[in-house]
């Protein structure tokens, strides 16, 4: 299995960062993407990828940090240490944290930034969308967007099928356990439109408890229930689903 979006550069994971991969790895997980939200994140986990070969570098900015320098910074590091990189990441809109018209603007120009280096550089896109699902897919679409995952998407399903259409990919986190609203997406949903995610350290099954990439084995267990398919055809298809979207993850570990 393939956790395609985690921190693992958060601190949290400071003192036990390599135990948690090893039980990623008896979980069955053999890639895990760590993105980035900020410079020193992006420095983090060039350097974590140096150490765990399991581990690859996503390089973005939050979508709530309205900083066009920083953001210029990035892009002339991804232009950089694009070999070194898995994708762009994370990258997007937030509306839930932004509110102002100004503001979203800013982000907006940012968004494009980003956007536009992906298509450039061939890398895929890493996208945070929260409340703004619709607004994120319109600004992909507008931009030519080839390779996208949008990970933990809130919006509707009906919001989602411009995206399916286009060949984007949607990363499903252990918090559908408890989300409604990811349970009808998953079932709208075709499987080769799925991703599998943790979003550790947080989108676990229990809010208050710290989320790990071995806990992706909940999130496979509930898109099989709900699609009503056997667990390891679900397994084969998002694997393969992730290594047809990042095409730069080495399938050593994978059968």
Not at 93 to 121: A, C, G, N, P
Not at 134 to 140: E, G, P, R, T, V
Not at 192 to 209: H, K, N, Q, R, Y
Request: glycine share 6%.
């Amino acid at each position: 299995m393939i956790d395609t979006h985690t921190h693992l550069c958060d601190p949290i994971f400071s003192n036990d960062r390599a135990l948690v991969l090893v039980r990623a790895r008896e979980a069955g997980v053999t890639h895990v993407i760590s993105v980035s939200e900020t410079m020193d994140d992006v420095r983090i986990n060039l350097k974590l990828a140096d150490i765990h070969p399991d581990l690859y570098p996503a390089a973005g900015l939050y979508p709530a940090n309205l900083d066009l320098q920083e953001a210029a910074s990035i892009a002339a590091l991804i232009e950089k240490e694009g070999d070194r990189l898995i994708g762009i990441g994370e990258v997007g809109l937030d509306y839930w944290i932004v509110k102002e018209d100004e503001e979203r603007e800013i982000q907006r120009e940012i968004f494009r930034i980003f956007i536009d280096l992906s298509r450039s550089m061939n890398l895929p896109l890493n996208v945070h969308s929260r409340s703004a699902g619709k607004h994120a897919i319109d600004m992909l679409l507008d931009r030519g967007a080839r390779d996208v995952q949008l990970h933990a998407f809130d919006g509707k399903a009906a919001s989602a099928l411009p995206a399916v259409e286009a060949g984007y990919f949607f990363s499903i986190p252990p918090s559908i356990v408890r989300s409604v609203q990811k349970q009808k997406l998953v079932r709208q949903l075709p499987l080769s439109a799925i991703l599998l995610e943790t979003d550790s350290p947080v989108l676990g099954v229990d809010p208050d408890v710290r989320n790990e990439p071995a806990n992706i084995t909940l999130a496979l267990d509930a898109i099989a229930e709900i699609k009503n398919e056997p667990r390891e055809a679900i397994r084969e298809a998002v694997t393969e689903n992730s290594f047809k979207l990042y095409k730069g993850l080495k399938r050593n570990g994978y059968h």
